[in-house]
Each structure stands twice: as C-alpha cells, then as structure tokens.
C-alpha cells in the first residue's frame, strides 16, 4: 500500500518535502495524486506538515515538509517528540538520497544499499551510508557521506573527523570507506577543506568535500 510506503520513508528520512515523496514514490502517476494523498494523511493525523522548506539561497517558499503525525507514529511504534519546525539538514539528506536515485534512473550507478544515521563504531554516525555499484567502470564502493549545512565550527568538523579515524583503525578491514562532505556552496567547500588540510596527511586521505551539484560526477572518479 503506497500511503505506508509514505510513511516509512518519511520516518526513515525524520521528514520529506513534498517533491522528494512526489519523485521518489509517486513518479508514475500524475502531479495531482501525490498533493491529494498527503492532503488526506495529514486530515486523518498519519501525517503532520511543518511548513515550508526554504527555497534557494535568497530564501523564499518552497515545497511543504511532512513528518509523522500521531497516528503514523502509533502505526510504525516511532517514540519522541515531533518537531515544531523544519528540519533543513533532513530534507538536504533527502536530497541526496534523491540525486543517487536519479543517477540510478540514468543509469549512471546502482544503489545497493543504504542507510541514514547509521553508526560507525565506535563514536561516529554518518548522515548517509550508500554503497554504489559503478556498471560502466566495472567496480563497487562504499561512502559515508556527511551532509553540511554550513552551520559546524572547523573544531566540530575535526572532531568528527578523529571519530571517523578512530573507526579506521578499529576496522579489521583492508578497504575503509571514503567519508564525503556535500555541501551547498563553494565557499563552504573551501572552508571544510582548509581545516582538512590541518590533518596528518594520512587522516586527509580518507575524506572528500563536493557541492551539491557535483557529487555524482566526483563519486564516478572517486
């Protein structure tokens, strides 16, 4: 049933825009059918609406952003509190998430596996795990991607950092994943990589930092 199928992916995620729901699960049908399911999930409290997600850099109204509302939180046993505003970090996780399957529909990659907020023993989660099979190269990889909004000082960005070298050396494996900052804009890159540079030169080797618009080129290189 496609309206329980909203309701895990907008637990899985904490909240969605509209336009993540609408591309991701209603693609087949017209632009009307998604406005009405979530109209109506919202009336019978399976579904609560925010607001509205800032749209651009310059701000402005974008797409309504969903979580779960009483009822949809009873049905799939989520505990906690709901929050009262929008969750921008959430939905730039959607985004990413929505940018992989696009390149999966392209077929540019194949989406294995995934998952957010998922832990890297022993003190780091990452926003979003994807392991990624590359058809035309030939090959798999794994990331950790880090999604930033611009808002955590260099000395919470080298923290994390140390947790994630802390896993490395914990990993009895021969391969760790790459850890990829997506940022929105080139200033911020320019930011995260200067406190990278900061680093033993063994630590740099592990992380990459790529705006938005450039992830999934880079991640085909990578």
Known sequence: ??????LKLVNTFTQLAS?????LLFADRSHSVPDKVLGRMVRLGYLSRVGRRTSGDKGGAGAYAYQLGRYGRALLGVDGRQ?????????MVAD???ELRRAEKLGVLRLTDWSVEIAVPPTVRADLAVSVDFPQQSRQSRYFLEIDLGTERPARITEKLAGYWR??????????PYVVFVVRQQARKAEIERTIRRLPEERQEMVRVYVFGELIPQLMHL
């Open 1 to 6: 049933m496609r309206d329980y199928e909203v």
């Open 19 to 23: 336009t993540h729901v609408t591309e």
């Open 83 to 91: 929050s009262p505003t929008v969750n921008n970090h959430a939905l």
């Open 96 to 98: 990413v998430y929505l």
């Open 167 to 176: 896993a490395v050396e914990a990993s009895a494996d021969d391969w760790f």
